[in-house]
C-alpha cells in the first residue's frame, strides 16, 4: 500500500485531489460524486474533477482486454497528472488504477508514471482516515444501518475499519454488523452478466443478512455492489434502504435512496 504521507501539503497549503468519479457515479448517481466533494473540501482539499477522464479501464481488464486497458490507462495517468492525489468513491476503480503498472514494462515511461499514480490513488474513506487523518463531519442522518464490504476495497485496499470508524463518530448513527459481511453479494463486475443464477443468489444472502440486523438501511463503498443490492431488496419488497456511505457521512441522505430515483 502507498505509504500514507502530504507529498506537498504544507502547513498553509491545501492537499490539490483530484476527484475520479467514476462511471457508475456520473451515470446512476451523480449525488455521490457531490458527496465527495463536499466530505475533501470539509477535510481541507483543495478538489478539482477533470473533465478529461473517463472509465478506469476495469471492465476491459476483466474481459482479458490488455491492449484497450492499458489505452485507458494512460489517459487516466494523463488526465490526474498535476494532482497531489486521486481520490474515487470506490474501492473497485481505486483498485484497478493501482493496478496499472502491471499493465507496463518494468523501466519504460510510461511504468514509472503508472506507478506514481498508484501510489497517489486512495479511495475515499481510506484516504480521510489513513492519509488525512479526519474526523468525520456531523450528519443529521439518524437510522441503524449495516455496512456491506466491497470485495475489491476489502482485499485490494485493506478498507475495513476506515468506513466503520468515519460512521461511529457520528452518535445519531447505530451500525448493526451483518453476518458474512466480508462475502461478495454477486455483482463483480462482469461477474454477474456471464454467471447470473450464481450471482442471484449470492445478493439474496447477502440480503436475508441485511435483513437479519434490523436495519434500516445498507451502505457501502462501491456503488455497483449497492445497485445490485438495492435491486434485489426492491425485487423482493423489502423496506430497507441503499445508501452509498459518504452520502451519509456528508450529510446528503434525505433524498432518494439508490434504485428509487424513478
Given at each position: 500500500m502507498p505509504k500514507a504521507d502530504l507529498p506537498n501539503a504544507t502547513a498553509n497549503s491545501a492537499p490539490h485531489v483530484g476527484l475520479f468519479v467514476t462511471c457508475l457515479?456520473?451515470?446512476?448517481?451523480?449525488?455521490?460524486?457531490?458527496?465527495?466533494?463536499?466530505?475533501?473540501?470539509?477535510?481541507?482539499c483543495r478538489v478539482e474533477v477533470p473533465t478529461a477522464q473517463t472509465c478506469c479501464g476495469q471492465p476491459a481488464y476483466n474481459s482479458g482486454d490488455i491492449a484497450d486497458t492499458r489505452a485507458i490507462a494512460l489517459k487516466t495517468i494523463d488526465a490526474f497528472s498535476n494532482f497531489d492525489y486521486v481520490v474515487a468513491p470506490s474501492g473497485s476503480c481505486a483498485g484497478q488504477i493501482r493496478k496499472y503498472p502491471g499493465l507496463f514494462e518494468p523501466n519504460s515511461?510510461?511504468?514509472?508514471?503508472?506507478?506514481?499514480?498508484?501510489?497517489?490513488?486512495?479511495?475515499?474513506?481510506?484516504?480521510?482516515?489513513?492519509?488525512?487523518?479526519?474526523?468525520?463531519?456531523?450528519?443529521?442522518?439518524?437510522?441503524?444501518?449495516?455496512?456491506?464490504?466491497?470485495?475489491?476495497?476489502?482485499?485490494?485496499?485493506?478498507?475495513?475499519?476506515?468506513?466503520?470508524?468515519?460512521?461511529?463518530?457520528?452518535?445519531?448513527?447505530?451500525?448493526?454488523?451483518?453476518?458474512?459481511?466480508?462475502?461478495?453479494?454477486?455483482?463483480?463486475?462482469?461477474?454477474?452478466?456471464?454467471?447470473?443464477?450464481?450471482?442471484?443468489r449470492m445478493v439474496s444472502d447477502?440480503?436475508?443478512?441485511?435483513?437479519?440486523?434490523?436495519?434500516?438501511?445498507?451502505?457501502?463503498?462501491?456503488?455497483?455492489?449497492?445497485?445490485?443490492i438495492a435491486g434485489r431488496l426492491r425485487r423482493q419488497g423489502k423496506p430497507i434502504r441503499a445508501r452509498h456511505a459518504i452520502e451519509v457521512l456528508a450529510d446528503m441522505a434525505d433524498g432518494p435512496a439508490i434504485g428509487e430515483e424513478d
Open positions: 457515479v456520473d451515470l446512476f448517481r451523480p449525488q455521490v460524486g457531490f458527496a465527495a466533494v463536499r466530505l475533501l473540501e470539509h477535510a481541507g515511461d510510461d511504468y514509472a508514471r503508472a506507478v506514481a499514480l498508484a501510489g497517489r490513488t486512495w479511495e475515499i474513506m481510506s484516504f480521510l482516515v489513513d492519509v488525512l487523518k479526519k474526523p468525520a463531519p456531523e450528519t443529521s442522518f439518524s437510522e441503524t444501518v449495516t455496512y456491506h464490504d466491497s470485495c475489491s476495497g476489502l482485499r485490494h485496499l485493506k478498507i475495513k475499519e476506515q468506513p466503520r470508524q468515519l460512521l461511529c463518530e457520528n452518535a445519531n448513527v447505530a451500525l448493526k454488523e451483518m453476518q458474512e459481511t466480508d462475502t461478495c453479494c454477486g455483482f463483480g463486475g462482469t461477474f454477474c452478466v456471464k454467471y447470473p443464477d450464481i450471482s442471484s447477502k440480503v436475508h443478512h441485511i435483513e437479519q440486523t434490523g436495519a434500516e438501511t445498507v451502505l457501502g463503498g462501491d456503488l455497483g455492489c449497492l445497485m445490485n
